[in-house]
């Protein structure tokens, strides 16, 4: 089994469309230590066949594994028949990329399961159109993602925090996110030193520094998820925002046991609470 790990946005710049129909956008993305799990397995039929352990997953051709899978197989010019295993852990409609993930942990799988050897340029090819989160799930790390998804700089990511991870039942797609935004959003601008703070572990720096573009917009369209927010904050987190789409919410704190307090508060609600950390080896 593939491990896919989530990730979070510590900042999201989203600038307004121009060409295409895909936002460009920059944004810094640490990997934390929740995943999915895949397995691919080569078929004789031609077919490409999903499971998944989330039975709101689909597990037709409108699956982004499937897709990506799909697209793998017409690059190559061939028609290889693949069967799929999802372990679902990382909730859905969250905003912490797991559909992207699998996808990408499924066409490494893929290229493995074949002995491909495609370079990272090539596997952009493979996957545009697919969406901007899949790319940088095909590397490791903390990364700088910009332009449509496509440009990806590893980032030196040394700070050490605490990850909460809070999410209500109701989520978002990207799809309403990005539509709230060309209704609502303004675009800020991005602010690199953020780069030096995590290399450096200054954490009082860097929050002031992150920022999500899609927040403002989907908390237009979802008035009812700035109460998590409100609350996160009042529980003592020195820094609270919605992960990229939404709609889970993350804060960071240097003190463990402040983390967990948040987390059992809101597992006491009824919501799906994690506390997590970066994942440091993938």
Do not use: W
């Not at 993305?29 to 929740?34: T, Y």
């Not at 799929?84 to 996808?103: E, H, R, T």
């Not at 493979?126 to 990806?152: A, C, H, K, N, Y």
């Not at 700070?159 to 797609?173: H, N, Q, T």
């Amino acid at each position: 089994m593939y491990k896919c790990f989530a990730k979070i946005n510590y900042t999201l710049n989203v600038l307004p469309k121009t060409h295409g129909e895909l936002h460009k956008l920059c944004s810094i993305a640490p990997k934390i230590n929740l995943f999915d799990e895949v397995s691919v397995k080569r078929n004789s039929t031609g077919k490409i066949t999903i499971s998944c352990t989330d039975k709101r997953v689909p597990t037709n051709s409108q699956n982004l594994v499937y897709k990506v899978l799909d697209a793998f197989n017409k690059y190559r010019g061939i028609k290889q028949g693949y069967s799929v295993v999802i372990k679902k852990n990382i909730p859905i409609s969250s905003g912490l990329g797991g559909g992207s993930s699998d996808a990408a942990g499924a066409l490494l799988e893929a290229m493995k399961l074949g002995d491909v050897h495609y370079g990272y340029y090539q596997l952009l090819e493979v996957v545009r159109g697919l969406g901007s989160d899949i790319p940088q799930f095909l590397v490791s790390d903390t990364t700088m993602i910009e332009g449509e998804g496509e440009e990806i700089t590893p980032i030196e990511d040394k700070m050490d925090v605490f990850i909460v991870l809070v999410k209500p039942a109701e989520g978002v797609s990207a799809k309403e996110a990005y539509e709230a935004f060309d209704k609502y959003g303004i675009s800020s601008e991005k602010d690199d030193s953020i780069i030096t703070d995590l290399k450096n572990d200054n954490f009082e720096d860097a929050i002031t520094k992150m920022n999500n573009d899609l927040e403002a917009p989907v908390l237009q369209i979802k008035p009812k998820l700035k109460g998590i927010k409100e609350k996160m904050k009042a529980l003592g987190l020195p820094f609270v925002m919605m992960s990229g789409s939404g709609s889970c919410f993350f804060g960071l704190t240097k003190d463990k046991k402040l983390a967990e307090k948040v987390a059992n508060h809101f597992e006491k609600k009824g919501y799906y609470t994690k506390v997590v950390e970066k994942a440091t080896k993938l």
